[in-house]
Nanobody, 123 residues
Framework: QVQLVESGGGLVQVGGSLRLSCVASGRTFSRYAMGWFRQAPGKEREFVAV?????DYADSVKGRFTISRDNAKNTVYLEMNSLKPEDTADYYCAAVRVVPRIIPRQMNEFDYWGQGTQVTVSS
């Protein structure tokens, strides 16, 4: 069982930056692919970024967001720059055991989820 706890959300102006963190429980963090998803009010949850044996990003955040991890701290980060109002959402961290040659991007590919952290970008 893996427990995930996100932090770092908040209110930021357009063009600003935030760094989200997600701390995972357990001793085998490095064996997990870690993803970030987001859900805006009235919309479905959507893929943002994933870090496994490779990285991938949603087109809407490429060049602005960066996912990274520190295995010694059991933590995955999402660095968000040049924020836009459309980035406003609840952001969720997710985890699944790494599968060779598979890059998970769908919600149903992840087994563990955090409770979310809210990001609001004001114009």
């Amino acid at each position: 069982q893996v427990q995930l706890v996100e932090s770092g959300g908040g209110l930021v102006q357009v063009g600003g930056s935030l760094r989200l963190s997600c701390v995972a429980s357990g001793r085998t963090f490095s064996r997990y692919a870690m993803g970030w998803f987001r859900q805006a009010p009235g919309k479905e949850r959507e893929f943002v970024a994933v870090l496994t044996w490779d990285t991938d990003y949603a087109d809407s955040v490429k060049g602005r967001f960066t996912i990274s991890r520190d295995n010694a701290k059991n933590t995955v980060y999402l660095e968000m720059n040049s924020l836009k109002p459309e980035d406003t959402a609840d952001y969720y961290c997710a985890a699944v055991r790494v599968v060779p040659r598979i890059i998970p991007r769908q919600m149903n590919e992840f087994d563990y989820w955090g409770q979310g952290t809210q990001v609001t970008v004001s114009s």
